[in-house]
T-cell receptor, first 115, second 111 residues
Framework: EAQVTQNPRYLITVTGKKLTVTCSQN?????MSWYRQDPGLGLRQIYY???????DKGDVPEGYKVSRKEKRNFPLILESPSPNQTSLYFC??????????????FGPGTRLLVL | GQQVMQIPQYQHVQEGEDFTTYCNSS?????IQWYKQRPGGHPVFLIQ?????EVKKQKRLTFQFGEAKKNSSLHITATQTTDVGTYFC???????????FGPGTRLSVLP
């Protein structure tokens, strides 16, 4: 089944404790992206990747890191989480980046609480 | 930076009534996509509009892209309880590479 998977789905952590949220897609998609969703703000793009080893900042990259060593995986790293990073995180992928853009397929989401 | 706004923020309708949400960008968009997110779920792609003035229909849903490619609308005819959710528009600025989502319109449908 074609899908985007994220792990963990729920995470409670404390300020300053490094964490990684994994994202994997099995559709051979080139473009992958991370979003955070907060009430009243919709989805805001954190980082995106157009292909392996190619990543770039979205609108809210501060406090986050990403890597794209393999086409299928795009982990989101919080080196030193803070309470303002408490949010619902979505990973998404699409076949490739172009204009017009391809459909984005979203993962199920990761709900993060930073105490 | 680029902003994409949506109105209304919330809409409560009686089942059978029509519903419209509007999306406005501060800059010209190369294309716009619409997504639906059910409560507790993830965004699901509905449609993409590319051409100025484009109109597309999906059963009871009608999507429009403005002539200036800075605004868009989603209209649902005769809403059903299955239409409940939050509808987001998302655009890419011309020559850009990152998506900008609107804040969404949350639709409630009363049976």
């Amino acid at each position: 089944e074609a899908q985007v998977t994220q792990n963990p789905r729920y995470l409670i952590t404390v300020t300053g404790k490094k964490l990684t949220v994994t994202c994997s897609q099995n559709m051979n998609h080139e473009y992958m992206s991370w979003y955070r969703q907060d009430p009243g703000l919709g989805l805001r793009q954190i980082y995106y990747s157009m292909n392996v080893e190619v990543t770039d900042k979205g609108d809210v990259p501060e406090g986050y890191k990403v890597s794209r060593k393999e086409k299928r995986n795009f982990p989101l790293i919080l080196e030193s989480p803070s309470p303002n990073q408490t949010s619902l995180y979505f990973c998404a992928s699409s076949l490739f980046w172009a204009s017009p853009m391809e459909t984005q397929y979203f993962g199920p989401g990761t709900r993060l609480l930073v105490l | 930076g680029q902003q994409v706004m949506q109105i209304p923020q919330y809409q409560h309708v009686q089942e059978g009534e029509d519903f419209t949400t509007y999306c406005n960008s501060s800059t010209t968009l190369s294309n716009i996509q619409w997504y639906k997110q059910r409560p507790g779920g993830h965004p699901v792609f509905l449609i993409q509009l590319v051409k100025s003035g484009e109109v597309k229909k999906q059963k009871r849903l009608t999507f429009q892209f403005g002539e200036a490619k800075k605004n868009s609308s989603l209209h649902i005819t005769a809403t059903q309880t299955t239409d409940v959710g939050t509808y987001f528009c998302a655009g890419i600025k011309n020559y850009g590479q990152n998506f900008v989502f609107g804040p969404g319109t949350r639709l409630s449908v009363l049976p």
